[in-house]
């Protein structure tokens, strides 16, 4: 069964108690701090009911031929597979990407395979080049490292695209380098610190966040930015 994003949003309002900083949420659906991620739900649900992507959002079961949502459907094949990342590309792009922070775990795999890429390609080279094109299609890295030789290693490894600035907010991370006198989460003077083009330099600091999140491109554009 298809829902609509309004019978989502309907779901919601189940007379569920929702407290944010000691004050009831009347309704999860409309409050500033939970709206947006049930708005980007419900235009998920409704990207499956529009001419344009429902075919790529939703599939008919084989013994009812009833509509479902793909991201429920069990894969049994590569084309399956192939399917649900049709289905999740299909949602970023229309909502513009998201904002996450995985695991360290998690990148420590991800670099696993892009360092064994020779041995993936003694087995299949088409895992390699699934590698190349899906990490650097997909994957980009903050500057919340710590030190010069932890940004001098990422900028020597990562291409220049695929990062952008970060920092926790200057206190975060309570101390002070020894080494050097300066606040650990001031990690723009370690940016500064390359060499970098004007261009490269704009491209980190913001050209880059711009173009992954072109929602936010847009609302600083319309802000005159």
């Given at each position: 069964?298809?829902?609509?994003?309004?019978?989502y949003?309907?779901?919601?309002?189940?007379?569920?108690?929702?407290?944010?900083?000691?004050?009831?949420?009347?309704?999860?659906?409309?409050?500033?701090?939970?709206?947006?991620?049930?708005d980007?739900?419900?235009?998920?649900?409704?990207?499956?009911?529009?001419?344009?992507?429902?075919?790529?959002?939703?599939?008919?079961?084989?013994?009812?031929?009833?509509?479902?949502?793909?991201?429920?459907?069990?894969?049994?094949?590569?084309e399956?597979?192939?399917?649900?990342?049709?289905?999740?590309?299909?949602?970023l792009?229309?909502?513009?990407?998201?904002v996450?922070?995985?695991g360290?775990?998690?990148?420590g795999?991800?670099?696993s395979?892009w360092?064994?890429?020779?041995?993936l390609?003694?087995?299949?080279?088409?895992w390699?080049?699934?590698?190349?094109?899906?990490?650097?299609?997909?994957?980009?890295f903050?500057?919340?490292?710590?030190?010069?030789?932890?940004?001098?290693?990422?900028?020597?490894?990562?291409?220049?695209?695929?990062?952008?600035?970060?920092?926790?907010?200057?206190?975060?991370?309570?101390?002070?380098?020894?080494?050097?006198?300066?606040?650990?989460?001031?990690?723009?003077?370690?940016?500064d610190?390359?060499?970098?083009?004007?261009t490269d330099?704009?491209?980190?600091f913001?050209?880059?966040?711009?173009?992954?999140y072109?929602?936010?491109d847009?609302?600083?554009?319309?802000?005159?930015?």
């Open positions: 069964m298809l829902r609509t994003g309004e019978e949003r309907e779901s919601l309002r189940d007379g569920r108690q929702v407290w944010i900083n000691g004050e009831k949420v009347r309704d999860v659906t409309a409050h500033p701090s939970i709206k947006p991620i049930v980007v739900r419900a235009r998920i649900y409704d990207m499956a009911h529009e001419e344009a992507t429902a075919d790529v959002m939703s599939y008919r079961d084989g013994d009812t031929n009833e509509a479902n949502n793909i991201a429920y459907k069990p894969p049994k094949s590569r399956d597979w192939d399917d649900k990342r049709r289905f999740v590309d299909a949602i792009k229309d909502i513009g990407g998201v996450t922070r995985v360290d775990e998690t990148i795999e991800v670099w395979l360092d064994g890429k020779e041995v390609n003694e087995i299949d080279p088409q390699s080049r699934n590698v190349e094109s899906h990490v650097m299609q997909n994957v980009f903050d500057t919340c490292v710590y030190h010069q030789p932890g940004i001098d290693l990422l900028f020597e490894v990562i291409d220049i695209d695929n990062i952008l600035f970060g920092s926790e907010m200057v206190g975060a991370v309570r101390g002070i380098d020894p080494q050097t006198g300066q606040y650990f989460d001031d990690t723009k003077r370690y940016v610190a390359l060499a970098l083009s004007d330099r704009r491209k980190v913001e050209g880059n966040a711009r173009r992954v072109p929602r936010l847009a609302t600083l554009k319309a802000r005159g930015l």
